[in-house]
């Protein structure tokens, strides 16, 4: 009789299990680490055909929860159904976000009325009715949870940040770590195309007519660690996918990745975490000898556009974020980093603007993404060792560096002292032109404000209603013109032939080879990559030459096939074996 119970039970009907998207993605991350389905199946009460279903849905499960603002959406949430007005779905959220990254406290019936002027701007037809069901279930959606911000401080608190500081050195001390494995990241503005004002007028004109200063940004996110011996390759974030200007570009000297509006956003800021930042962590344990699963820390201030602490976690290398409101008293790229790196961006931009035959206006349209890609690139490149190590003092007590003094004061004067010597060759730039040159009127006032033209952005720019809307349509439409827009191929002025640059490296290498400048090192320099320069043109020239030629062969094989069948229609089937060696 005991025999008879297995089967039974056996063949009763299991009950219907709806598991939340928490339980979903659990379910993902133990398939992951190799635990087997039937344990899975067992403890969940759900068949294998569901468990096939949750592991094909991995992809979007995580993209949700990167996008939510609390776990609550996870925990309740049962589908991925989309709402039947995504769009306005889409606009509102996004207008919630920003409201809440100004420090805005947003109501139900906040929502439920900006909802309904959304819907009236957009122009939509579709019946929807603006009730408590209808917000509950956009609350549900996107993970909103009832905020308290009475209390929450748009100005810097230097008491949270008092006590942060003895937190971080106790956590420190704790683990045992060195400055080697402790790294800071932040995003930043750049309007990449931005000139002084005064440039952009003759010099008989008081402004000139009819010309708009250019707006258009990147976001850069810069990280290093403490030390100041290792600096992450830059995250660009752009408007477009793929931007003509990288067209035939093998390598960029940055991480470029793509957004509607350029700004970074909890998915991009997830993928580089975890493809960019833990390899090249590891990487550089793997160079300075320390074992690959040291442990390591990234530092970062409380943005909306961050994951979870949780979600920022590979092994040993782990996310702590600041406190609200005191990213602006400790944070590290905000002691100077960032500055020092945009002075160099301006420095050398401002140094292609001199050298440029043509007027100033041509020269903002010729200036394209790669140039500022490249140059952003140079800039990181160029801020010192000293600098980043430095802009730890205020978080981490100087005594952990022997070379450096922990005088706040010495601090202070020496980030003054590194932005002074970069106006100091930006102004003999300027003074080094031509009087009759538009750069030759700047004063020290207007490049120092120059300087920090997309600073205040970063903090008081805030987007219309129209703006939201035209932004959340735009991203949309992005994936299906993008390419149309943005991959045309070159035209045959753009092409460079293998005859060209080797012409153009021949003069340069003239050029350096007659300038006292260059020293016989850098002269050395260019021609071994000339030498490397000229086999890979003759490597590539050569398989050019055995294609066509393969080419010519074939075609002559056809032609005389052809010439065969049309003559003796009556062999038309027979073989013909050729040689073609």
């Given at each position: 009789?005991?025999?008879?119970i297995?089967?039974k039970?056996?063949g009763k009907?299991?009950?219907?299990v709806v598991?939340?998207?928490?339980?979903?993605?659990?379910?993902?991350t133990?398939?992951?680490?190799?635990?087997n389905?039937n344990v899975?199946m067992?403890?969940y009460?759900?068949?294998?055909?569901?468990?096939?279903d949750?592991?094909?849905?991995k992809?979007?499960?995580?993209?949700?929860?990167?996008?939510?603002?609390?776990n609550?959406?996870?925990?309740?949430?049962?589908t991925?159904h989309?709402?039947k007005?995504?769009?306005?779905d889409?606009?509102?959220?996004?207008?919630?976000?920003?409201?809440?990254?100004?420090?805005?406290?947003?109501?139900g019936?906040?929502?439920?009325?900006k909802?309904k002027d959304?819907?009236?701007?957009m122009?939509?037809?579709?019946?929807?009715a603006f009730s408590d069901?209808?917000?509950?279930?956009?609350?549900?959606?996107?993970?909103?949870?009832?905020?308290?911000v009475s209390?929450e401080?748009?100005?810097?608190?230097?008491?949270a940040?008092?006590?942060y500081?003895e937190?971080f050195?106790?956590?420190?001390?704790e683990?045992?770590?060195?400055?080697?494995?402790?790294?800071?990241?932040?995003e930043?503005?750049?309007?990449?195309r931005?000139?002084p004002?005064?440039?952009v007028a003759?010099a008989?004109?008081s402004?000139?007519?009819?010309f708009?200063q250019?707006?258009?940004?990147?976001t850069?996110l810069t990280?290093?660690?403490?030390?100041?011996?290792?600096?992450?390759?830059?995250?660009?974030?752009?408007?477009?996918s793929h931007?003509?200007?990288?067209?035939?570009?093998a390598?960029l000297?940055?991480v470029?990745?793509?957004q509607?509006?350029?700004?970074?956003n909890?998915?991009?800021f997830?993928?580089w975490?975890?493809?960019?930042?833990?390899?090249a962590v590891k990487?550089?344990f793997?160079?300075?000898?320390?074992?690959?699963d040291s442990?390591?820390?990234?530092?970062?201030?409380?943005?909306?556009?961050?994951?979870?602490?949780?979600?920022?976690v590979?092994?040993?290398?782990f996310?702590?974020f600041?406190?609200a409101?005191?990213?602006?008293?400790?944070?590290p790229?905000?002691?100077?980093?960032?500055?020092?790196?945009?002075?160099?961006?301006?420095r050398?931009?401002?140094?292609k603007?001199?050298?440029?035959?043509?007027t100033i206006?041509?020269f903002q349209?010729?200036y394209?993404?790669?140039?500022?890609v490249f140059?952003?690139?140079?800039?990181?490149n160029?801020v010192?060792?000293?600098t980043?190590r430095r802009?730890?003092?205020?978080?981490?007590?100087?005594v952990?560096?022997?070379?450096?003094?922990?005088?706040?004061?010495?601090?202070?004067?020496?980030?003054?002292?590194?932005r002074?010597?970069?106006?100091a060759?930006i102004?003999?730039?300027?003074k080094?032109?031509?009087p009759?040159?538009?750069i030759?009127?700047?004063?020290?006032?207007?490049?120092?404000?120059?300087?920090?033209a997309?600073?205040?952005?970063?903090?008081?720019?805030?987007?219309t209603?129209?703006?939201?809307i035209?932004?959340?349509?735009?991203?949309?439409?992005?994936?299906?013109t993008?390419?149309d827009?943005?991959?045309?191929?070159?035209?045959?002025?753009?092409?460079?032939?293998w005859?060209?640059?080797?012409?153009?490296?021949?003069?340069i290498?003239?050029?350096?080879e007659?300038?006292?400048?260059?020293?016989?090192?850098?002269?050395?320099?260019?021609?071994?990559?000339?030498?490397?320069f000229?086999?890979k043109?003759?490597?590539?020239?050569?398989?050019?030459?055995?294609?066509?030629?393969g080419?010519?062969t074939?075609s002559?094989v056809?032609?005389?096939?052809s010439?065969d069948?049309?003559?003796?229609?009556?062999?038309s089937?027979?073989?013909?074996i050729?040689d073609v060696?």
């Open positions: 009789m005991a025999s008879k297995p089967a039970s056996k009907k299991r009950k219907r598991l939340t998207l928490k339980q979903k993605i659990d379910i993902c133990r398939l992951e680490k190799g635990e389905r899975l067992q403890e009460n759900v068949g294998s055909s569901t468990i096939y949750i592991k094909a849905q992809g979007q499960l995580l993209k949700f929860f990167a996008s939510c603002e609390s609550k959406a996870v925990e309740q949430r049962r991925l989309t709402p007005l995504e769009q306005l889409s606009v509102l959220y996004e207008w919630f976000l920003l409201k809440r990254s100004e420090g805005a406290s947003i109501s019936p906040m929502l439920i009325e909802a959304f819907y009236k701007q122009q939509l037809t579709e019946p929807c069901g209808w917000l509950s279930c956009f609350k549900l959606r996107h993970g909103i949870r009832k905020l308290d209390g401080q748009k100005s810097a608190d230097h008491e940040a008092e006590k500081c937190f050195r106790n956590l420190i001390a683990h045992d770590l060195s400055p080697e494995q402790i790294y800071n990241a932040d930043t503005c750049l309007f990449w931005c000139l004002n005064s440039t003759g008989s004109e402004r000139a007519a009819g708009k250019n707006k258009d940004r990147l850069v990280c290093a660690n403490a030390a100041g011996l290792h600096k992450i390759k830059l995250l660009v974030i752009g408007k477009y931007p003509r200007a990288f067209k035939g570009v390598h000297p940055v470029y990745k793509a509607g509006n350029s700004w970074m909890k998915e991009i997830y993928d975490f975890h493809h960019v930042f833990v390899a990487e550089h793997r160079k300075i000898s320390l074992p690959e442990k390591a820390i990234l530092l970062l201030d409380n943005c909306r556009a961050h994951p979870h602490e949780t979600e920022l590979s092994g040993n290398i996310t702590i600041l406190p409101s005191v990213a602006s008293l400790i944070q790229m905000d002691q100077g980093i960032i500055q020092n790196m945009k002075c160099y961006y301006r050398d931009f401002l140094r603007l001199i050298n440029h035959e043509g206006q041509d349209s010729l394209n993404i790669k140039d500022a140059n952003v690139a140079c800039a990181w160029s010192k060792s000293e980043l802009a730890w003092i205020k978080l981490w007590p100087s952990m560096f022997a070379e450096v003094s922990s005088d706040e004061d010495e601090f202070e004067s020496f980030k003054v002292r590194v002074k010597n970069t106006l060759q102004l003999e730039m300027v080094d032109t031509p009759s040159h538009p030759n009127k700047l004063h020290e006032s207007e490049l120092e404000e120059w300087v920090e997309d600073k205040e952005v970063e903090v008081t720019h805030t987007l209603d129209t703006e939201i035209a932004n959340v349509l735009k991203t949309e439409k992005s994936k299906d993008d390419k827009s943005e991959e045309d191929d070159f035209s045959e002025e753009d092409k460079i032939t005859g060209k640059a080797a012409s153009a490296f021949d003069t290498i003239k050029f350096a007659r300038q006292p400048c260059y020293t016989a090192q850098e002269v050395m320099q260019l021609h071994i990559l000339h030498s490397t000229m086999q043109r003759q490597k590539t020239c050569k398989q050019a030459d055995i294609r066509k030629l080419k010519k074939a002559r056809c032609h005389r096939v010439t069948s049309a003559q003796s229609p009556t062999h089937t027979s073989t013909m050729i060696d």
